[in-house]
T-cell receptor, first 111, second 115 residues
């Protein structure tokens, strides 16, 4: 049972525009959410996280939005750069428990 | 930031041999480590969860006798692929969860090729 879903396997965006990556979850007990970025043949790297007590967290060009009522989170990248091209995974967890990962969205930023 | 290393980064072995992959948390203690496998153009597949000092918990469909996991210390977990076959060729990634339970950090991965 996939508790965290990324329904878009791929996304293409023009350089300089906004990239919006979406993630849905089913377990209302999740209280902490993370986004990871992964380049080919490398391990995922942590990008940004958000606690369920917040609805927005911003770090430079990256902003994560959380809509608890919809069980939905999104990652916004503004402006998108070619170096942002990678696979992005969202993850959800509760303290001390397993992380659940989405299946990933492959972002291509076109120069 | 928290760093997780994996060794080796690449390994080529012959069918029937065993290969050991090490995963270390370099600057934090990890009571729990995870092993993932990634096939080309596919998502990460969780293979097993290991807790320091206890037996690993394997995901359904993962052979525990083939993929031996040892988590001997708070900073080291090993995955041994026994009697490797070409279909075991894959990219193996470990991750380590810190003691807060909020951080999970990934290693750089190990490319295993079985000939």
């Amino acid at each position: 049972d996939q508790q965290v879903k990324q329904n878009s396997p791929s996304l293409s965006v023009q350089e300089g525009r906004i990239s919006i990556l979406n993630c849905d979850y089913t377990n209302s007990m999740f209280d902490y959410f993370l986004w990871y970025k992964k380049y080919p043949a490398e391990g995922p790297t942590f990008l940004i996280s958000i606690s369920s007590i917040k609805d927005k967290n911003e770090d430079g060009r990256f902003t994560v939005f959380l809509n608890k009522s919809a069980k939905h989170l999104s990652l916004h990248i503004v402006p998108s750069q070619p170096g942002d091209s990678a696979v992005y995974f969202c993850a959800a967890t509760t303290a001390g428990n397993q992380f659940y990962f989405g299946t990933g969205t492959s972002l291509t930023v076109i120069p | 930031g928290a760093v997780v290393s994996q060794h080796p980064s690449r390994v080529i072995c012959k069918s029937g041999t065993s290969v050991k992959i090490e995963c270390r948390s370099l600057d934090f203690q990890a009571t729990t480590m995870f092993w993932y496998r990634q096939f080309p153009k596919q998502s990460l597949m969780l293979m097993a969860t290991s807790n320091e000092g206890s037996k690993a918990t394997y995901e359904q469909g993962v052979e525990k006798d083939k993929f031996l996991i040892n988590h001997a210390s708070l900073t080291l977990s090993t995955l041994t692929v026994t009697s490797a076959h070409p279909e075991d060729s894959s990219f193996y990634i470990c991750s380590a969860r810190d003691t807060t339970g909020r951080g999970q950090y990934f290693g750089p991965g190990t490319r295993l090729t079985v000939t």
